[in-house]
């Protein structure tokens, strides 16, 4: 699981840096708000992937 948790921040750590600068006082949180948000949208990709996925009869 902290394997996971890793990896997300990973992404999000590029991502946060475009917005906030890394010495700021905040770069923890705005990075753990990115990585909610990164890990929404995977699982909402993963969840709707049938739909996604459905030929079009």
């Not at 699981?1 to 991502?15: C, E, G, Q, T, W």
């Not at 917005?19 to 969840?47: C, M």
Request: net charge positive.
């Amino acid at each position: 699981m902290s394997l996971l948790v890793r990896l997300l921040l990973i992404l999000a750590a590029p991502i946060t840096a475009l917005f906030v600068a890394r010495d700021s006082q905040h770069f923890d949180i705005i990075q753990t708000l990115v990585a909610t948000v990164v890990a929404t949208i995977i699982v909402a990709i993963f969840a709707l992937w049938p739909y996604i996925r459905k030929p079009k009869a």
